[in-house]
């Protein structure tokens, strides 16, 4: 079955790079997500990657995929105080099904 | 600001309570899926409706069902409530529900929270 997982906490400074990690076991996921939930707030697509590159840049954020070891990692370069939230990766299946199997997200505290 | 619309923001209700939550997805999207975010059990996906019918279940349980109508807005119901219903509720939607698109973004709505007493 389906199950993603990630580290539970991560804490910068501000200006630091935050790196989140996140494994995947559904070889056959095509899309590979990371989303951020701010408190109180529902959750916000940041950026996506397909399943056959390694590496996506957009702006601050660069996502690694490692397909091999499905380990999927975000990169926040100078994190910021507004950076502060939950990251969530999320996988999606190659199959008629198209809801996403979510980790259980990272809580990012960033320290001024 | 998604597009996508949940209400109420809120609900408090007692155990064996009956309740309907309400998604109006973004304009022109015809999936709509439902999921349940609790702090034992995370984000998980409960059922998806596409332009009307249901389309994928996911951990749904049999005291909940959901619709879609016509206009494409959905509704979750939930009955029978117990305590460890208390949990944020999300939709989201998105253009497609199957087929050629394979990159089909979900906009989730700002969810609604029950508690249940």
């Known amino acids: 079955g389906e199950d993603v997982e990630q580290s539970l906490f991560l804490s910068v400074r501000e200006g630091d790079s935050s790196v989140i990690n996140c494994t995947y076991t559904?070889?056959?996921?095509?899309?590979l997500y990371w989303y951020k939930q701010e408190p109180g707030a529902g959750l916000q697509l940041l950026t996506y990657i397909f399943s056959n590159m390694d590496m996506k840049q957009d702006q601050r954020l660069t996502v690694l995929l490692n397909k091999k070891d499905k380990h999927l990692s975000l990169r926040i370069a100078d994190t910021q105080t507004g950076d502060s939230a939950i990251y969530f990766c999320a996988e999606k299946e190659d199959t008629g099904r198209r809801a996403l199997t979510f980790g259980s997200g990272t809580r990012l505290q960033v320290q001024p | 600001d998604s597009g996508v619309t949940q209400t109420p923001k809120h609900l408090i209700t007692a155990t064996g309570q009956r309740v309907t939550l309400r998604c109006s997805p973004r304009?022109?999207?015809?999936?709509v899926y439902w999921y349940q975010q609790s702090l034992d059990q995370g984000l998980q996906f409960l059922i998806q409706?596409?332009?009307?019918?249901?389309?994928a279940k996911g951990n749904i349980l049999e005291r909940f069902s959901a619709q879609q109508f016509p206009d494409l807005h959905s509704e979750l119901n939930l009955s029978s409530l117990e305590l460890g219903d208390s949990a944020l509720y999300f939709c989201a939607s998105s253009v497609a529900g199957t087929g050629v698109l394979l990159y089909n973004e979900q906009f989730f709505g700002p969810g609604t929270r029950l508690t249940v007493l």
């Open positions: 409706y596409y332009n009307g019918e249901e389309r």
């Open positions: 304009s022109g999207d015809l999936s």
């Open positions: 559904d070889s056959s996921s095509t899309y």
